[in-house]
């Protein structure tokens, strides 16, 4: 499918949709992308929703505007303000005016996007949230209402190491649906395929690399989620 642009709070911004096959109605996902923007690998994802019967669309936060917008938008993936949280309730909107969207919606994140997906569960009107080796909040008590969350970490991540049981953790306090899970063999970004083979040959190196079999399960558990959550009976 191709690139298309929307008006989202921030100004204009350019994004990726992905349609199922056949007719809709079909429900929706917002599809948010790692701190490296957007690329092949967030097409990817987009594209694997929608083979799994989920009209995806997926916001460039950052529209070629430059490092000040980067780093402010990873800042906001980790504090849960700020304007990228407008651009991506934007962006469900247009899931909602869509003629082929039954109007339930979800969101996915990767990395940071994965942090977009949590806080944005108690905050905006998704019905459910994929986190993918996304940041947990040390005030947890932050996600009281969420929508239900389907969550995935990587045992050698470096970078969240115990943000899978503190996830748990909170979930269960709050009374929040949930399933989370952490994979021994799997590090950060293990679902994500960047780059070319020289490129995940040191990524496996920092601990980052895909993971064939627990990313497999990840989006098993998280299209059975999504089933669960976002279709209608």
């Known amino acids: 499918m191709p690139d298309l642009t929307f008006v989202a709070a921030s100004g204009t911004l350019g994004a990726y949709v992905a349609r199922p096959e056949g007719d809709g109605p079909w429900p929706g996902v917002v599809v948010i992308q790692d701190a490296l923007g957007m690329g092949d690998d967030l097409r990817a994802q987009a594209d694997r929703l929608a083979a799994g019967g989920y ?23 980790r504090s849960g ?13 247009w899931l909602a005016g869509q003629e082929d969207c039954t109007g339930r919606i979800g969101i996915i994140g990767f990395c940071m996007g994965g942090g977009f997906a949590l806080l944005s569960a108690p905050q905006l009107d998704f019905a459910a949230a994929a986190v993918n080796y996304g940041e947990v909040p040390k005030e947890t008590a932050r996600l009281a209402g969420a929508c239900p969350v389907v969550g ?6 470096r970078a969240m190491g115990g943000r899978a049981a503190r996830l748990e953790t909170a979930l269960t306090e709050l009374g929040v649906r949930h399933d989370v899970k952490e994979y021994p063999d799997a590090g ?8 070319g083979p020289r490129r995940q040959r ?6 980052a690399a895909y993971h064939g079999p627990s990313a497999q399960d990840a989006w098993a558990r998280i299209l059975a989620f999504f089933d669960a959550e976002l279709r209608e009976a």
């Open 55 to 77: 009209l995806a669309f997926a916001p460039d936060l950052y529209s070629g505007r430059g490092l000040r917008c980067v780093v402010a938008t990873i800042a906001s993936s």
């Open 81 to 93: 303000k700020g304007p990228a949280y407008r651009d991506i309730e934007a962006a469900r909107q």
């Open 152 to 157: 995935s970490y990587g045992k050698r991540d």
């Open 188 to 195: 950060h970004s293990f679902m994500n395929k960047i780059g």
């Open 202 to 207: 040191l990524l496996h190196v920092a601990g």
